[in-house]
């Protein structure tokens, strides 16, 4: 590795040929909002809490959200405004401190707590980021107190996690001038996801690799210009942009979905640290295999169907990239509630043109268009699914997408499994 | 502001929806942030309908605030009339758009659209989800209520009476109406309209063409009933048909009502709950404990049944739905427990280990506590979860409910004889208390609380009977303990570290321990 390659790393993707038609509609949009990624986020970082000020609708959508998971051990919670707080009897900030109070005190091995700002609060601009600068002066040493909006006026689904993770980057050490080139992989995976990727990242020389975000405060990694970063979810671009104004370079690539976007990902930190083609090829060759053969299971099933994909996550785009060059489906209408062009561009690049893109939504108008299609499969939520169902039109409801491990080689098939299994039921159904 | 991790109701704006995904030709535009359609996935999932609920959101984001949120409130009302040509209208905001104060109430009018359209005014930071189901009914019955239509003459005709308050998402509403419905017909009765669900706004129109209204569920139908009472001198029976007993007085009530002879009703050769109840396999279930909680009408029917018909000892008993707090004191008071009524999970957990009942009848809610401390448990009340939305005809109200309810309440429990061979060879490795019920799979149950690894869940409160003291046991008295049934071992605990306090005894050695037991057997 030599600190010459990391200079020359890119630091965005090669422009794309020609832009891409993209549909915009501005009307009902059939999305959770950002609030929604805490039930991800708070199982990924073990000595977090997210408390949520918002009103009762805000809670009952995370137990809704959550399931049962609620009861396993729960660390987040909502602060509910009440009519109290909005005739100005109580003071937010006063009511606020109480809860916080109370809430530190029966759990005291929190050590970050979160204000999540919602709707309600952000709409009485109630301002939870002098709540949490105050909180946290006053619980300096124990807790370190931050705030972001997960409220659906400002974030949509995983957007949640992008604001979560922006407000982790000041957290950041600063990496010093003269310290090694570390990696960064950005994004919450699972565990075991992970691990894969650092015993990867081992293999090939690579290091050190931190992820972001940690399982503890206390091991947040180092950010400075000799640091570059990989991005691990195509939802990151307010993180993006404050990893980038730390010094940080990223690392343009294909995410790492399927054979060909692991493959491409890790080549681009591979690049990076100068790593030896022959080596790299190597080291990745096995992982890469067994994912091709892994697809290649599911390929008689899903080749030549036709999917649509409703706005969701941002992983649309990407995944729609890997159903059609791996396991040969063919993309009728992408949506993505927002696109990150310079983020995609890899992926754009590489859908098969005349493939439909959408940005945001008027979910009545979109369901036209998907009754008209009749694709073979239509990725959407579950307040969608079963009346799509009902309607004769196969789905694959999406938030199984964030919640079950699908990133790299070892996943993959897994991957492509979630989408045979709706059309395998289909075939096999008799009643 | 209020710490909450749980809630037992959604906001006002989901009762709303419960309304108007029951009825027919009826929408909902909500004015209402991106997100809030999150709902929709109740519907669609928990209680598994086809079609998405009939309402529209307006989802406004932060850059529509401020300028233009009072016009995309007006296009998605024109849009959502003009695509789904409703035959009414609600219109109403959530807790959000409740702040910004565009009053869809007014906008709606402006737009003239050619349906009755409903306000709804469901003050999101006071009120919440049974409150906004009941309200939204009444303004749909008060708006659209024809009051020149009356009852015909009763002569040559069967008597007519409306079923309020049956609703989407309503814990077995919909087995309930069928029940009820054969019982009224055994009996001479016809139904007019089952409302809100799936009744259409004319059928509204026409409510008062029924003798008289019966009230399934006071907290979606009481307020409805209550003004047509006021407005059309339509009478209501308020008698809620859960439980042998109950239907029996039902019957009784809507008979002497309509005037007709209730004896083809009362006979029911399918009701084999009685005779269940008495047959001597359930002599084991005579004073066990039973712990109640849910929402009021459920709850208090519940006891009832454990209390006259299953011959539990009732000891516990409480709601979350305060708009019923007095009709739960009462009914507390019956059974000599203190009434609880609250919306916080917590106290009902600490009520709960503080009673130690051998069986917990609640909520979804208390299933996952009951779980968590291994006490068996049945579900009697929303909120529930998609399992409690059953494929087969599972009602809670009549005869066939009582069956359902005497079949869903015994089967947690450890079957009489096997309760007596878990005793006698409580040693026996193959067939220990650990081993849990061999009825109930996964069910190793029952460590007691103590010996669980502190679950950090109860925000952060060691999961232990809040009673335990500090008082020793001798390793022999500890012993003893363990040769007592599980699902008593927790109350004898508490039970003998009471009496050794009080007796200022520092440790419990097996001496106390039989002491205990001779001092409560008294």
């Known amino acids: 590795m030599s600190g010459e390659s990391l200079l020359t790393a890119p630091s965005s993707g090669c422009a794309p040929a020609a832009q891409p038609q993209v549909l915009r509609e501005r009307g009902q949009r059939e999305v959770f909002c950002g609030l929604t990624g805490i039930i991800w986020m708070h199982r990924k970082m073990q000595d977090a809490f997210f408390l949520v000020v918002g009103s009762r609708t805000c809670a009952h959508l995370l137990q809704s959200a959550a399931g049962v998971m609620i009861f396993a051990e729960p660390r987040f919670a909502t602060a509910i405004i009440e009519e109290r707080d909005l005739a100005g009897m109580a003071d937010c900030q006063d009511e606020l401190d109480r809860i916080v109070d109370k809430l530190l005190v029966r759990r005291p091995e929190i050590r970050t707590l979160f204000l999540v700002g919602s709707c309600p609060s952000e709409v009485i601009k109630l301002d939870l980021g002098k709540a949490a600068q105050r909180l946290d002066a006053k619980f300096a040493g124990s807790v370190r107190i931050l705030n972001y909006s997960g409220s659906g006026i400002e974030t949509t689904f995983t957007e949640g996690e992008d604001a979560c993770l922006t407000a982790l980057v000041p957290e950041m050490p600063a990496a010093l001038a003269g310290d090694a080139p570390n990696l960064l992989v950005v994004g919450a995976l699972p565990d075991i996801v992970e691990d894969q990727f650092k015993r990867l990242f081992d293999e090939l020389g690579i290091g050190p690799v931190h992820f972001l975000p940690a399982k503890r405060m206390a091991e947040l990694p180092k950010v400075g210009p000799n640091s570059v970063f990989l991005l691990a979810q195509p939802f990151l671009t307010e993180t993006c942009g404050a990893l980038q104004r730390r010094g940080a370079k990223r690392l343009d690539a294909l995410f790492p979905f399927g054979a060909e976007g692991t493959t491409d990902w890790l080549r681009a930190a591979a690049e990076a640290f100068g790593i030896d083609r022959m080596h790299f090829n190597r080291v990745v060759a096995p992982g890469r295999e067994r994912a091709k053969r892994a697809i290649a299971h599911r390929r008689d099933r899903l080749d030549g169907k036709r999917i649509t994909f409703l706005p969701d996550s941002q992983l649309e785009l990407p995944l729609a990239r890997f159903l059609s060059t791996e396991l040969g489906m063919v993309p009728v209408e992408v949506g993505t509630p927002y696109l990150n062009r310079e983020l995609n561009a890899r992926e754009l690049a590489l859908l098969p043109a005349g493939t439909r893109l959408s940005e945001g939504q008027d979910v009545d108008l979109q369901l036209d268009r998907v009754r008209l299609d009749r694709p073979d499969l239509t990725v959407c939520g579950l307040g969608l699914a079963n009346p799509l169902e009902a309607e004769g039109l196969s789905t694959k409801w999406a938030i199984e997408l964030v919640f079950s491990p699908i990133h790299g080689f070892e996943q993959a098939g897994d991957l492509a499994e979630l989408f045979a299994r709706p059309l395998r039921r289909r075939d096999i159904l008799r009643v | ?522």
């Open chain 2, 1 to 522: 502001m209020q710490l909450a991790v749980w809630t037992y109701e959604g906001p006002p704006h989901v009762g709303a929806m419960r309304v108007a995904t029951a009825m027919q030709d009826m929408h909902y535009v909500l004015h209402a942030p991106q997100g809030d359609t999150y709902a929709d996935l109740l519907f669609t999932m928990i209680e598994r309908r086809g079609k998405r609920p009939p309402v529209t959101y307006t989802t406004f984001q932060a850059r529509d605030l401020g300028k233009d949120t009072a016009s995309i409130f007006q296009n998605a009302a024109r849009d959502a009339y003009e695509r789904f040509a409703p035959k009414a209208l609600l219109v109403g905001a959530s807790c959000t758009a409740e702040l910004i104060q565009d009053d869809p109430a007014g906008l709606a009018e402006a737009l003239e659209l050619p349906c009755p359209v409903i306000p709804l005014e469901l003050p999101s930071y006071q009120r919440k989800e049974n409150w906004g189901a009941a309200e939204t009914f009444y303004r749909v019955v008060r708006q659209l209520v024809d009051r020149d239509i009356r009852p015909a003459p009763r002569e040559g005709r069967r008597p007519l009476v409306n079923l309020l308050g049956p609703c989407a998402l309503g814990f077995r509403h919909r087995d309930d109406v069928a029940e009820v419905r054969k019982l009224l017909d055994s009996i001479g009765i016809d139904v007019n309209c089952v409302a809100p669900l799936d009744a259409a706004p004319d059928d509204i129109r026409t409510l008062g063409r029924a003798d008289f209204n019966i009230v399934l569920y006071p907290e979606t139908g009481g307020e409805a009933a209550r003004w047509l009472d006021q407005a059309l001198h339509q009478p209501s029976i308020r008698t809620v048909p859960i439980g042998v007993g109950a239907t029996r007085e039902f019957i009784a009530e809507v008979a002497a009502l309509a005037g007709v002879d209730e004896t083809a009703a009362l006979v029911d050769p399918q009701s084999r709950m009685p005779w269940w109840s008495r047959s001597v396999d359930s002599t084991y279930l005579t004073g066990k404990r039973v712990f109640i909680f849910g929402d009021a009408t459920h709850a208090i029917a519940a006891a009832r049944i454990a209390h006259e018909e299953l011959g539990f000892e009732v000891c516990g008993l409480g709601c979350y739905n305060r708009e019923f707090a007095r009709e739960m004191r009462a009914a507390a008071a019956f059974y000599g427990v203190d009434p609880l009524i609250t919306d916080d999970h917590l106290e009902v957990e600490d009520a709960i280990l503080n009673a130690s009942p051998e069986l917990v009848l609640g909520t979804q809610m208390e299933r996952h506590i009951a779980k968590r401390f291994g006490i068996p448990c049945a579900v009697i009340s929303s909120p529930v979860h998609v399992q409690d939305f059953t494929a087969r005809h599972s009602p809670q109200m009549g005869f066939e409910g009582a069956n359902v309810i005497f079949d869903t309440w015994v089967h947690p429990l450890v079957m009489g004889l096997e309760e007596h061979l878990l005793t006698m060879f409580r040693d026996d490795f193959e067939f220990s208390d650990e081993a849990g019920p061999s009825h109930l799979h996964g069910g190793a149950p029952v460590a007691r609380p103590q010996a669980e690894p502190a679950p950090a869940s109860r925000m952060g409160e060691v999961a232990e009977m809040p009673t335990a003291t500090t008082i020793e046991w001798t390793a022999e008295a500890e012993q003893e303990l363990k040769k007592v049934p599980f699902f008593v071992r927790g109350k004898v605990r508490r039970n003998t570290e009471a009496f050794a306090a009080s007796q200022g005894r520092g440790a419990v050695d097996l001496a106390t321990l039989y002491d205990a037991k001779a001092h409560y057997a008294r």
